[in-house]
Protein backbone atom coordinates (compact mmCIF):
# COMPACT_ATOMS: atom_id res chain seq x y z
CA UNK A 1 0.00 0.00 0.00
CA UNK A 2 1.31 3.45 -1.22
CA UNK A 3 2.04 5.98 1.61
CA UNK A 4 -0.65 8.10 0.01
CA UNK A 5 -3.44 5.53 0.45
CA UNK A 6 -1.91 4.84 4.18
CA UNK A 7 -2.45 8.54 5.30
CA UNK A 8 -6.20 8.79 3.27
CA UNK A 9 -6.96 5.83 5.40
CA UNK A 10 -5.98 6.83 8.47
CA UNK A 11 -7.42 10.27 7.85
CA UNK A 12 -10.80 8.57 7.20
CA UNK A 13 -10.90 6.67 9.91
CA UNK A 14 -10.08 9.70 12.20
CA UNK A 15 -13.13 11.24 10.52
CA UNK A 16 -15.58 8.51 11.00
CA UNK A 17 -14.23 8.83 14.85
CA UNK A 18 -14.95 12.33 14.94
CA UNK A 19 -18.15 11.57 13.51
CA UNK A 20 -19.57 9.76 16.35
CA UNK A 21 -17.94 12.13 18.82
CA UNK A 22 -20.23 14.27 16.61
CA UNK A 23 -23.21 12.54 17.39
CA UNK A 24 -23.22 12.14 21.19
CA UNK A 25 -22.16 15.47 21.54
CA UNK A 26 -18.85 15.24 22.49
CA UNK A 27 -17.82 18.51 20.21
CA UNK A 28 -14.16 19.60 21.51
CA UNK A 29 -13.07 15.92 20.85
CA UNK A 30 -14.52 15.46 17.14
CA UNK A 31 -12.94 18.67 16.32
CA UNK A 32 -9.69 17.66 17.84
CA UNK A 33 -10.26 14.42 15.24
CA UNK A 34 -11.32 16.37 12.43
CA UNK A 35 -8.16 18.71 12.62
CA UNK A 36 -5.44 16.02 12.13
CA UNK A 37 -7.82 14.69 9.78
CA UNK A 38 -7.42 18.04 7.66
CA UNK A 39 -3.50 18.23 8.25
CA UNK A 40 -2.65 15.01 7.63
CA UNK A 41 -4.81 15.33 4.17
CA UNK A 42 -3.56 18.89 3.43
CA UNK A 43 -0.06 17.64 3.50
CA UNK A 44 -0.80 14.78 0.71
CA UNK A 45 -1.62 17.65 -1.92
CA UNK A 46 -0.89 20.82 -1.79
CA UNK A 47 -3.49 23.87 -1.33
CA UNK A 48 -5.15 22.31 -4.69
CA UNK A 49 -4.87 17.86 -3.26
CA UNK A 50 -6.67 17.25 -6.72
CA UNK A 51 -8.66 13.57 -6.37
CA UNK A 52 -8.17 14.10 -2.18
CA UNK A 53 -10.22 17.21 -2.78
CA UNK A 54 -13.62 15.91 -1.84
CA UNK A 55 -12.48 14.18 1.01
CA UNK A 56 -11.06 17.68 2.27
CA UNK A 57 -14.43 19.39 1.32
CA UNK A 58 -16.16 17.23 3.29
CA UNK A 59 -14.20 17.32 6.78
CA UNK A 60 -13.63 21.26 6.14
CA UNK A 61 -17.70 21.21 6.22
CA UNK A 62 -18.01 18.47 9.38
CA UNK A 63 -15.47 20.93 11.11
CA UNK A 64 -17.42 23.89 10.28
CA UNK A 65 -20.62 22.06 12.02
CA UNK A 66 -18.67 20.74 15.21
CA UNK A 67 -17.41 24.31 15.77
CA UNK A 68 -21.04 25.84 14.91
CA UNK A 69 -22.16 23.67 17.54
CA UNK A 70 -19.25 24.47 19.77
CA UNK A 71 -19.96 27.89 19.53
CA UNK A 72 -16.88 28.89 17.71
CA UNK A 73 -18.78 30.79 15.09
CA UNK A 74 -15.89 32.76 13.07
CA UNK A 75 -14.06 29.32 12.73
CA UNK A 76 -16.75 27.75 11.48
CA UNK A 77 -17.64 30.74 8.91
CA UNK A 78 -13.82 30.40 7.69
CA UNK A 79 -14.74 26.75 6.78
CA UNK A 80 -17.70 27.27 5.18
CA UNK A 81 -17.07 30.23 2.73
CA UNK A 82 -13.64 27.82 1.88
CA UNK A 83 -15.81 25.18 1.55
CA UNK A 84 -18.42 27.22 -1.00
CA UNK A 85 -15.65 28.74 -2.69
CA UNK A 86 -14.32 25.23 -3.75
CA UNK A 87 -17.77 23.64 -4.84
CA UNK A 88 -18.62 26.95 -6.85
CA UNK A 89 -15.61 26.88 -8.39
CA UNK A 90 -15.55 23.07 -9.17
CA UNK A 91 -19.54 22.40 -9.62
CA UNK A 92 -21.46 25.15 -10.37
CA UNK A 93 -23.66 27.79 -8.58
CA UNK A 94 -26.60 25.28 -8.94
CA UNK A 95 -25.27 21.67 -7.35
CA UNK A 96 -26.50 20.73 -4.14
CA UNK A 97 -23.71 20.98 -2.23
CA UNK A 98 -23.66 24.58 -3.16
CA UNK A 99 -27.18 24.60 -1.59
CA UNK A 100 -26.00 22.75 1.84
CA UNK A 101 -23.24 25.15 1.72
CA UNK A 102 -25.71 28.39 1.78
CA UNK A 103 -28.05 26.66 4.44
CA UNK A 104 -25.04 25.94 6.74
CA UNK A 105 -24.30 29.98 6.29
CA UNK A 106 -28.16 30.46 7.34
CA UNK A 107 -28.37 28.85 10.36
CA UNK A 108 -24.71 29.78 11.36
CA UNK A 109 -26.00 33.64 10.74
CA UNK A 110 -29.18 32.35 12.42
CA UNK A 111 -26.75 31.44 15.43
CA UNK A 112 -25.48 35.08 15.75
CA UNK A 113 -28.49 36.29 15.58
CA UNK A 114 -28.11 37.64 12.01
CA UNK A 115 -31.56 36.58 10.87
CA UNK A 116 -32.31 38.64 7.64
CA UNK A 117 -28.72 37.88 6.32
CA UNK A 118 -29.56 34.22 7.49
CA UNK A 119 -32.23 34.46 5.60
CA UNK A 120 -31.14 35.24 2.68
CA UNK A 121 -28.59 32.39 2.25
CA UNK A 122 -31.48 30.32 3.09
CA UNK A 123 -33.70 31.03 0.52
CA UNK A 124 -30.66 30.71 -1.90
CA UNK A 125 -30.35 27.09 -0.69
CA UNK A 126 -34.27 26.42 -0.90
CA UNK A 127 -34.14 27.55 -4.34
CA UNK A 128 -31.19 25.69 -5.62
CA UNK A 129 -32.66 22.48 -4.00
CA UNK A 130 -36.12 22.72 -5.33
CA UNK A 131 -34.66 22.77 -8.92
CA UNK A 132 -32.59 20.08 -8.32
CA UNK A 133 -35.51 17.49 -6.05
CA UNK A 134 -38.68 19.04 -6.67
CA UNK A 135 -40.43 20.53 -3.98
CA UNK A 136 -41.64 17.87 -1.91
CA UNK A 137 -38.20 15.63 -1.34
CA UNK A 138 -37.09 16.08 2.25
CA UNK A 139 -33.71 17.60 1.46
CA UNK A 140 -36.08 20.51 0.51
CA UNK A 141 -37.54 20.37 3.79
CA UNK A 142 -34.73 20.42 5.61
CA UNK A 143 -33.78 23.39 3.69
CA UNK A 144 -37.27 24.97 4.71
CA UNK A 145 -37.35 23.75 8.21
CA UNK A 146 -34.26 26.15 9.19
CA UNK A 147 -35.89 29.38 6.46
CA UNK A 148 -39.15 28.74 9.15
CA UNK A 149 -36.55 29.07 12.16
CA UNK A 150 -35.52 32.11 10.62
CA UNK A 151 -38.52 33.77 9.63
CA UNK A 152 -39.95 33.31 13.39
CA UNK A 153 -37.29 35.09 14.87
CA UNK A 154 -38.06 37.53 12.55
CA UNK A 155 -41.72 37.36 14.07
CA UNK A 156 -43.31 35.87 10.57
CA UNK A 157 -44.58 33.46 12.97
CA UNK A 158 -47.74 32.18 10.38
CA UNK A 159 -45.32 31.57 7.77
CA UNK A 160 -42.88 30.33 9.92
CA UNK A 161 -46.29 28.00 10.91
CA UNK A 162 -47.22 26.91 7.92
CA UNK A 163 -43.61 25.72 6.54
CA UNK A 164 -43.12 23.53 9.80
CA UNK A 165 -46.25 21.91 9.45
CA UNK A 166 -45.21 21.31 5.63
CA UNK A 167 -42.02 19.98 6.82
CA UNK A 168 -42.81 17.62 9.70
CA UNK A 169 -45.44 16.07 7.11
CA UNK A 170 -42.97 15.36 4.16
CA UNK A 171 -40.92 14.16 6.92
CA UNK A 172 -43.43 11.69 8.39
CA UNK A 173 -43.88 10.26 5.13
CA UNK A 174 -40.49 9.89 3.95
CA UNK A 175 -39.20 8.23 7.24
CA UNK A 176 -42.27 6.95 9.44
CA UNK A 177 -42.72 8.33 12.94
CA UNK A 178 -38.95 7.94 14.25
CA UNK A 179 -36.69 10.04 13.30
CA UNK A 180 -34.16 12.99 14.11
CA UNK A 181 -35.47 15.55 11.78
CA UNK A 182 -39.12 15.45 13.42
CA UNK A 183 -37.97 15.78 16.59
CA UNK A 184 -35.91 18.55 15.73
CA UNK A 185 -39.23 20.03 14.08
CA UNK A 186 -41.68 19.16 16.54
CA UNK A 187 -39.12 21.00 19.20
CA UNK A 188 -39.40 23.99 16.40
CA UNK A 189 -43.46 24.14 16.24
CA UNK A 190 -43.58 24.07 20.09
CA UNK A 191 -41.80 27.24 20.67
CA UNK A 192 -43.92 28.87 17.63
CA UNK A 193 -46.88 27.66 19.85
CA UNK A 194 -45.51 28.41 22.98
CA UNK A 195 -44.71 32.04 21.06
CA UNK A 196 -48.55 32.36 19.78
CA UNK A 197 -49.97 31.53 23.46
CA UNK A 198 -51.07 28.03 22.65
CA UNK A 199 -49.41 26.35 25.72
CA UNK A 200 -50.77 23.34 25.72
CA UNK A 201 -49.64 22.10 22.02
CA UNK A 202 -46.69 23.50 22.60
CA UNK A 203 -46.16 21.14 26.00
CA UNK A 204 -47.11 17.66 24.21
CA UNK A 205 -44.72 18.26 20.73
CA UNK A 206 -42.19 19.66 23.47
CA UNK A 207 -42.93 16.06 25.11
CA UNK A 208 -43.24 14.55 22.01
CA UNK A 209 -40.00 15.90 20.71
CA UNK A 210 -37.75 14.67 24.32
CA UNK A 211 -39.05 11.71 23.83
CA UNK A 212 -37.90 10.88 20.80
CA UNK A 213 -34.11 12.31 21.19
CA UNK A 214 -34.02 10.64 24.38
CA UNK A 215 -34.75 7.25 21.87
CA UNK A 216 -32.29 8.03 19.44
CA UNK A 217 -30.05 10.21 20.66
CA UNK A 218 -29.56 9.24 24.50
CA UNK A 219 -30.39 11.03 28.04
CA UNK A 220 -27.43 12.58 28.45
CA UNK A 221 -26.83 14.11 24.68
CA UNK A 222 -26.91 18.13 24.66
CA UNK A 223 -29.96 17.67 22.04
CA UNK A 224 -31.69 16.42 25.03
CA UNK A 225 -31.19 19.23 27.06
CA UNK A 226 -32.47 22.11 24.74
CA UNK A 227 -35.78 20.42 24.71
CA UNK A 228 -35.38 19.87 28.83
CA UNK A 229 -34.34 23.72 29.36
CA UNK A 230 -37.98 24.85 26.24
CA UNK A 231 -39.96 22.68 28.30
CA UNK A 232 -38.54 24.57 31.62
CA UNK A 233 -39.83 27.72 30.43
CA UNK A 234 -43.61 26.83 29.55
CA UNK A 235 -43.39 25.16 32.95
CA UNK A 236 -42.30 28.48 34.81
CA UNK A 237 -44.53 30.23 32.31
CA UNK A 238 -47.21 28.16 33.79
CA UNK A 239 -46.29 28.35 37.35
CA UNK A 240 -45.41 25.33 38.03
CA UNK A 241 -42.12 26.36 39.18
CA UNK A 242 -40.95 23.06 41.04
CA UNK A 243 -41.42 21.39 37.52
CA UNK A 244 -39.30 23.98 36.33
CA UNK A 245 -36.67 23.81 38.42
CA UNK A 246 -36.07 20.06 38.09
CA UNK A 247 -36.26 20.72 34.37
CA UNK A 248 -33.48 23.46 34.37
CA UNK A 249 -31.48 21.31 36.60
CA UNK A 250 -31.00 18.20 34.49
CA UNK A 251 -30.80 20.34 31.50
CA UNK A 252 -27.18 22.19 33.34
CA UNK A 253 -26.21 18.90 34.31
CA UNK A 254 -25.92 17.75 30.33
CA UNK A 255 -24.67 20.74 29.27
CA UNK A 256 -21.97 21.34 31.76
CA UNK A 257 -20.39 17.83 30.88
CA UNK A 258 -20.84 18.72 27.80
CA UNK A 259 -19.94 22.24 25.86
CA UNK A 260 -17.71 24.88 27.40
CA UNK A 261 -18.08 27.36 30.33
CA UNK A 262 -18.92 30.12 27.93
CA UNK A 263 -21.29 28.17 25.01
CA UNK A 264 -24.62 30.30 24.52
CA UNK A 265 -26.62 27.31 25.28
CA UNK A 266 -25.68 26.79 29.17
CA UNK A 267 -25.58 30.32 29.54
CA UNK A 268 -29.06 30.94 28.37
CA UNK A 269 -30.16 27.65 30.66
CA UNK A 270 -28.40 28.95 33.60
CA UNK A 271 -29.69 32.36 33.26
CA UNK A 272 -33.01 31.19 33.02
CA UNK A 273 -32.17 28.87 36.17
CA UNK A 274 -30.82 31.82 38.04
CA UNK A 275 -34.15 33.97 37.34
CA UNK A 276 -36.33 31.31 38.53
CA UNK A 277 -34.63 30.84 41.80
CA UNK A 278 -34.25 34.44 42.53
CA UNK A 279 -37.92 35.18 41.36
CA UNK A 280 -36.84 37.34 38.52
CA UNK A 281 -38.00 38.45 34.86
CA UNK A 282 -35.87 36.61 32.98
CA UNK A 283 -33.49 38.11 29.95
CA UNK A 284 -34.75 38.96 26.33
CA UNK A 285 -34.89 36.16 24.66
CA UNK A 286 -32.17 34.84 21.98
CA UNK A 287 -32.13 31.85 19.70
CA UNK A 288 -28.61 30.05 19.37
CA UNK A 289 -28.78 27.20 17.00
CA UNK A 290 -29.61 26.59 13.47
CA UNK A 291 -28.33 24.41 10.83
CA UNK A 292 -28.57 22.49 7.79
CA UNK A 293 -25.49 20.23 7.88
CA UNK A 294 -23.61 17.39 6.49
CA UNK A 295 -21.88 15.73 9.57
CA UNK A 296 -20.80 12.50 7.66
CA UNK A 297 -17.51 10.88 7.61
CA UNK A 298 -15.89 11.17 3.84
CA UNK A 299 -17.35 8.47 1.26
CA UNK A 300 -20.46 8.34 3.59
CA UNK A 301 -23.69 9.64 2.05
CA UNK A 302 -24.00 13.21 1.96
CA UNK A 303 -26.87 15.00 1.68
CA UNK A 304 -28.26 17.61 3.65
CA UNK A 305 -30.16 17.15 7.22
CA UNK A 306 -31.71 19.93 8.83
CA UNK A 307 -31.59 21.01 12.07
CA UNK A 308 -32.63 23.83 14.03
CA UNK A 309 -32.89 23.56 17.50
CA UNK A 310 -31.57 25.83 20.27
CA UNK A 311 -32.01 27.31 23.86
CA UNK A 312 -35.05 28.98 24.72
CA UNK A 313 -34.43 32.10 27.37
CA UNK A 314 -37.62 31.83 29.94
CA UNK A 315 -39.14 35.21 28.76
CA UNK A 316 -40.46 34.22 25.71
CA UNK A 317 -43.79 32.98 25.94
CA UNK A 318 -44.49 35.43 29.00
CA UNK A 319 -44.35 38.60 26.78
CA UNK A 320 -46.22 36.40 24.19
CA UNK A 321 -49.39 36.27 26.32
CA UNK A 322 -48.85 39.44 27.49
CA UNK A 323 -48.39 40.83 23.91
CA UNK A 324 -51.20 38.69 22.47
CA UNK A 325 -49.13 36.09 21.45
CA UNK A 326 -45.83 37.80 19.46
CA UNK A 327 -42.96 36.75 21.60
CA UNK A 328 -39.64 36.35 21.43
CA UNK A 329 -37.94 32.49 20.77
CA UNK A 330 -35.92 30.25 22.92
Known amino acids: MSRESQVRLRANARARRAHQHYLRGRYAAAAAEYRVALRSLRRLGGPDPGDIEEEILIIENALGVVYKYA ?18 ARRGP ?23 QGESYTREAVAIRERALGPDHPDVAAD ?49 KQKMGQVDEAE ?12 LLGARHPDVAMTLNNLATLCADTDRLAEADRLYRRALRIFEQSLRPGHPRLVACRENHDHLRNGKEPHEATTHVTSHEI ?10 RGRRDGVRHARAARAARQAGGQGADQ
Open 71 to 88: GRFSQASQLYRRALARVL
Open 94 to 116: EHPDVATLLHNLGGLEHARGRYP
Open 144 to 192: QAALAALLEEQDRLEEAEGLYLHVIAVFERAYGPVHYELCINYNNLAAL
Open 204 to 215: RLYRRALDLKRK
Open 295 to 304: ADPPHARRDA
